[in-house]
């Protein structure tokens, strides 16, 4: 949706202020600990843009609380296995050799939205070191959060989704869907004989840049939607609009021990 179109769906702007009352709508509350996945078009048109949406997130939740964004890099990722767009293979041993190694404090968020990339450059927020699946957090539980990744468990037992599950934390669907959804990769850990796959992607080594390969489950999305909505069949959901934008507000802990069982089904 162009900023045209926006303005012209909207009888006002978006604001701090009028996000913030839509945040309290929905059920946010001071000390929460959420998981937050945006998209600022839905919105309609916000006065501040990805900044006031932020500053209302923050005001709501206040330092005695933490958000957290997926900051991922997924371009950081082996060449054979990219889709969109697929490059010629014979450019695959190119990018290998000259993919900038990850740098949690320069490389750009791909494909999470310029709220999550507004996010990761706020003072005060901090993000995880893995290559391509980081997380950016602010807030009282930032540093336990975002204090360990292994890079072949990117979404499993010590990530920071692990982590959020510990903490009792929620899951903020801003205007999209569940195949946005990322704390379901962590029950994606749970299906039993899942296989692995080869991966790559740059990073730093003592230093040195090096193109680095490990194994790690192959994470799918394609039957999150499907899983949404069955959950939501089972389960009420806080669901108002923030802005002009549907907006969900999930327990995850209770999302991903249903999506464990779902998913073993489907795939086991």
């Not at 162009?2 to 702007?13: A, C, T, V």
């Not at 843009?49 to 939740?61: E, F, H, S, W």
């Not at 692990?162 to 195949?179: R, T």
């Given at each position: 949706?162009?900023?045209?179109?926006?303005?012209?769906?909207?009888?006002?702007?978006?604001t701090?202020?009028?996000?913030?009352?839509?945040?309290?709508?929905?059920?946010?509350?001071?000390?929460?600990?959420?998981?937050?996945?945006?998209?600022?078009?839905?919105?309609?048109?916000?006065?501040?843009?990805?900044?006031?949406?932020?500053?209302?997130?923050?005001?709501?939740?206040?330092?005695?609380?933490?958000?957290?964004?997926?900051?991922?890099?997924p371009?950081?990722?082996?060449?054979?296995?990219?889709?969109?767009?697929?490059?010629?293979?014979?450019?695959?041993?190119?990018?290998?050799?000259?993919?900038?190694?990850?740098?949690?404090?320069?490389?750009?968020?791909?494909?999470?939205?310029?709220?999550?990339?507004?996010?990761?450059?706020?003072?005060?927020?901090?993000?995880?070191?893995?290559?391509?699946?980081?997380?950016?957090?602010?807030?009282?539980?930032?540093?336990?959060?975002?204090?360990?990744?292994?890079?072949?468990a990117?979404f499993?037992?010590?990530?920071?989704?692990?982590?959020?599950?510990?903490?009792?934390?929620?899951?903020?669907?801003?205007?999209?869907?569940?195949?946005?959804?990322?704390?379901l990769?962590?029950?994606?850990?749970?299906?039993?004989?899942?296989?692995?796959?080869?991966?790559?992607?740059?990073?730093?080594?003592?230093?040195?840049?090096?193109?680095?390969?490990?194994?790690?489950?192959?994470?799918?999305?394609?039957?999150?939607?499907?899983?949404?909505?069955?959950?939501?069949?089972?389960?009420?959901?806080?669901?108002?609009?923030?802005?002009i934008?549907?907006?969900?507000?999930?327990?995850?802990?209770?999302?991903?021990?249903?999506?464990?069982d779902?998913?073993?089904?489907?795939?086991?």
């Open positions: 949706m162009s900023e045209e179109q926006s303005i012209k769906q909207m009888i006002k702007p978006n701090r202020s009028s996000l913030h009352k839509d945040f309290l709508n929905l059920g946010l509350e001071k000390g929460m600990t959420v998981i937050v996945h945006t998209s600022l078009s839905s919105l309609g048109w916000v006065c501040g843009g990805p900044t006031a949406v932020i500053q209302a997130l923050m005001d709501i939740i206040g330092e005695e609380g933490t958000i957290v964004m997926p900051t991922q890099t371009e950081n990722s082996d060449p054979s296995t990219w889709q969109m767009p697929p490059v010629p293979k014979d450019w695959w041993p190119i990018i290998r050799e000259e993919m900038p190694a990850f740098d949690p404090n320069v490389t750009p968020v791909r494909g999470m939205g310029v709220i999550a990339e507004t996010f990761r450059k706020f003072p005060e927020v901090s993000r995880s070191n893995h290559p391509t699946y980081s997380f950016a957090a602010w807030g009282k539980e930032a540093g336990h959060i975002i204090s360990e990744q292994p890079l072949s990117g499993g037992s010590k990530s920071p989704l692990a982590k959020i599950y510990e903490l009792d934390g929620h899951i903020l669907l801003l205007g999209v869907g569940h195949d946005s959804n990322t704390s990769h962590f029950a994606e850990h749970y299906i039993e004989d899942r296989e692995k796959v080869k991966k790559g992607t740059a990073m730093f080594e003592n230093g040195t840049r090096i193109w680095k390969t490990y194994k790690e489950i192959d994470y799918d999305s394609d039957q999150f939607e499907a899983l949404g909505k069955e959950f939501e069949d089972v389960y009420e959901v806080n669901c108002e609009n923030v802005g934008a549907t907006s969900k507000l999930i327990g995850q802990r209770l999302m991903v021990d249903f999506a464990r779902w998913l073993q089904k489907k795939n086991g």
